[in-house]
């Protein structure tokens, strides 16, 4: 049984930073590239990052460049998104998810019909 569990989200001050982790169990860790996700309330889910399986590839959302970088640990079978200078509108609910597919540019990393597994998310609040 695939079980992808995120940790690491709360409340932060905007400018604060938090890092979430995302530890993956019941599959072959590292066959599979990883990304994150956020819904706010109300809106939609979006694409965060990705990290391709072997780490050799990371992609981001502009609105997270400079700001958010995701990295790996394939011996913990763990992901990870740094997310500095937080601002109130990354305030969302932040998956992980995990697919077998060959993540190769930013528009196949932001396809969510292209992960096999999700996580149930952790919170983030970012007060102004």
């Known amino acids: 049984q695939v079980q992808l569990v995120e940790s690491g989200g709360g409340l932060v001050q905007a400018g604060g930073s938090l890092r979430l982790s995302c530890a993956a169990s019941?599959?072959?860790?590292?066959?599979?590239?990883m990304g994150w996700f956020r819904q706010a309330p109300g809106k939609e889910r979006e694409f965060v990052a990705a990290i391709s399986w072997g780490g050799g590839g990371t992609y981001y959302a502009d609105s997270v460049k400079g700001r958010f970088t995701t990295s790996r640990d394939n011996a913990k079978n763990t992901v990870y998104l740094q997310m500095n200078s937080l601002k109130p509108e990354n305030t969302a609910v932040y998956y992980c998810a995990a697919t077998a597919a060959v993540i190769v540019t930013t528009a196949r990393a932001r396809d969510m019909s292209k992960y096999d597994y999700w996580g149930q998310g952790t919170q983030v609040t970012v007060s102004s």
């Open positions: 019941g599959l072959t860790f590292s066959r599979y590239s």
